[in-house]
């Protein structure tokens, strides 16, 4: 039962550099979010979608980008990294089932930008 | 989604409730209580919500006024796995909400 699973748990990058962040769930769900926390912070939402084959812009979405090319994949890709993208990065799946709406996370990527 | 607003921290002894409040004087009719919370370095975890009534599940209760300006998450026999910091949102659920807003929320220190 892995829920929403990230992979890496943690990844240096030297600024410039490039990488893929992966976020899969098992619980076909519709909604799949990438937020990004700071320390100190709340999470901010960086992208998000709707379904399989869209994706939509966050409060963040700036030297980001994402896919959604299968139901149960979520990527979030870093063209080239810079060090105000140090943070932890989560992501979510989303139920949302009569009253209820609710969010699961990863357990989180840890990204440092050299 | 309402503004909500928490005590920045508590202390808690091991073993006694622990009770959170938080309010929401502007919440909406329409609008759910949401309570997570965020172990350190894990991702956010639901633990419980409500609309009107008072709910209970296998982690927390949920108190929630009858004006519905405020709540209260009781952890009944705290442990040191619930240090944490947790979160009390107001929204609207239903696919039109996509974004949680996570406030600073209360960091919850459990004592031995």
């Known amino acids: ?114 | 989604d309402a503004k909500t607003t928490q005590p920045t921290s508590m202390d808690c002894a091991e073993g006694r409730a622990a009770n959170l409040p938080c309010n929401h004087s502007t919440i909406s009719g329409n609008e759910y209580v949401y309570w997570y919370r965020q172990i350190h370095s894990q991702g956010p975890q639901y633990i419980i919500h409500g609309l009107k009534n008072n709910e209970t599940n296998e982690m927390a209760s949920l108190i929630i006024t009858e004006d519905r300006k405020s709540s209260t998450l009781i952890l009944p026999h705290a442990t040191l796995r619930d240090t944490a910091v947790y979160y009390c949102i107001v929204r609207v659920v239903g696919a039109g909400s996509y974004q949680l807003t996570f406030g600073k929320g209360t960091k919850l220190s459990v004592i031995p």
Request: proline share 4%.
């Open chain 1, 1 to 114: 039962n892995a829920g929403v699973t990230q992979t890496p748990k943690f990844r240096v990058l030297k600024t410039g550099q490039s990488m893929t962040l992966l976020c899969a769930q098992d619980m076909n769900h519709e909604y799949m979010y990438w937020y990004r926390q700071d320390p100190g912070m709340g999470l901010r939402l960086i992208h998000y979608s709707v379904g399989e084959g869209t994706t939509a812009k966050g409060e963040v979405p700036d030297g980001y980008n994402v896919s959604r090319l299968k139901k149960q994949n979520f990527l979030l890709g870093l063209e080239s990294a810079a060090p105000s993208q140090t943070s932890v990065y989560f992501c979510a799946s989303r139920k949302v089932a009569g009253g209820l709406d609710i969010q699961y996370f990863g357990a989180g990527t840890r990204l440092s930008v050299l």
